[in-house]
């Protein structure tokens, strides 16, 4: 056999050999790669069941913020799973228990929307009852938390009347109004410290109009009758004051 010939053969075998590497090693991609550096596919590459166990066993100790990295991963790599949806609301909850009430309250939404005949619907719209009545300060602070609650809670009890959730939204509901008039109440103290009788006037007479059977409502009665008898409180008003903060629910 000629040289060249032989010379020609050898560099088609060389040529075929390398052809069959490099599309082993195309088929194997990372799986290869990952197991030169001394990782399994296994260990790289959770599965989807994999990451929610592991995202309810953080969740059901109250890890949080290792439940949420977990169920975010589900959704991002495995978004059209059968746990997806389970991560789209623990998500929600993750949150909601390491307060932030903004986030928690846009994932319930987001929820709702994608899955408006899901069994845990009226779970999500209590939760953002429950969000929005979170995010409310003192009265004499921000108080619109507690009417997007009141406006949440009703929409719940509108929407699925006799939930698990029915007695609990009803009591809320209540507790949130009577901050909201003790709220109008401060206001009217506010007025009568500053010399501002009329206004105090016209706002407790709103407040007794619009709330008539407010808890608040005899202590309402009595200032606005010194105030009409020209007798406004000089010395301590401070003791007017209604509580700050939201009543406790469990009153109603």
């Not at 928690?104 to 009545?133: C, G, W």
């Not at 939930?163 to 109004?177: F, G, L, M």
């Not at 407010?214 to 008003?237: N, S, T, W």
């Amino acid at each position: 056999m000629p040289h060249s010939f032989r010379q020609k053969t050898l560099f088609r075998l060389i040529t075929l050999a390398l052809c069959v590497l490099i599309q082993t090693s195309l088929l194997t991609g990372c799986s290869s790669i990952n197991e030169n550096l001394g990782f399994s596919e296994s260990e790289d590459l959770k599965s989807a069941d994999d990451l929610a166990i592991d995202a309810m066993d953080s969740f059901n100790v109250g890890r949080y913020r290792a439940a949420l990295t977990a169920f975010e991963e589900i959704l991002d790599r495995y978004p059209f799973s059968t746990p997806a949806m389970l991560a789209e609301l623990k998500s929600a909850d993750c949150h909601y228990y390491l307060e932030e009430y903004q986030e928690a309250k846009l994932l319930y939404e987001e929820f709702k929307e994608r899955h408006p005949t899901n069994e845990a619907i009226p779970y999500v719209m209590f939760q953002i009852a429950m969000s929005d009545l979170s995010q409310t300060d003192r009265i004499d602070r921000n108080v619109s938390g507690a009417k997007y609650a009141i406006d949440s809670f009703t929409k719940l009890l509108r929407a699925f009347p006799d939930s698990p959730y029915t007695q609990e939204a009803k009591a809320r509901i209540r507790a949130a109004r009577e901050f909201l008039v003790n709220h109008e109440f401060y206001v009217a103290v506010f007025y009568i410290r500053t010399e501002k009788y009329d206004e105090a006037k016209h706002r407790l007479k709103y407040l007794l109009t619009t709330y008539p059977d407010a808890m608040i409502q005899p202590r309402a009665k009595q200032l606005l009758d010194r105030l009409e008898a020209g007798d406004p409180p000089k010395m301590g008003v401070n003791k007017w004051l209604p509580d700050l903060t939201m009543p406790d629910f469990n009153l109603f």
